[in-house]
């Protein structure tokens, strides 16, 4: 069970870093339910594609270390 919070954690990370490139930070002004609204949105957008990312980016920064370490 421990391993999978790590796992989420992690994905919503993973998801946050795919998720900006695509779909940056723009919420300037609005209603004061629709900023909560855009951001669960966003949030969960992080945890789903960042399921599926996270072995990717774990990978590449496991790439990274050894690679600076040579």
Same mark, same amino acid.
């Given at each position: 069970?421990?391993?999978?919070?790590?796992? !989420? #954690?992690?994905? @919503?990370?993973?998801?946050?870093? *795919? /998720?900006? +490139? *695509? @779909?940056?930070? +723009?919420? =300037?002004?609005?209603?004061?339910?629709?900023? !909560? $609204?855009?951001? !669960?949105? +966003? #949030? @969960? #957008?992080? $945890? /789903? !594609?960042? $399921?599926?990312?996270?072995?990717?980016?774990?990978?590449?920064? /496991?790439?990274? $270390? =050894?690679?600076? *370490?040579?």
């Amino acid at each position: 069970m421990r391993w999978m919070s790590g796992y !989420i #954690l992690m994905a @919503i990370w993973s998801g946050y870093l *795919f /998720v900006e +490139k *695509f @779909i940056p930070y +723009k919420m =300037i002004a609005g209603t004061n339910g629709q900023w !909560i $609204v855009y951001y !669960i949105f +966003k #949030l @969960i #957008l992080f $945890v /789903v !594609i960042g $399921v599926f990312t996270t072995p990717f980016t774990s990978l590449w920064a /496991v790439y990274k $270390v =050894i690679r600076a *370490f040579r």
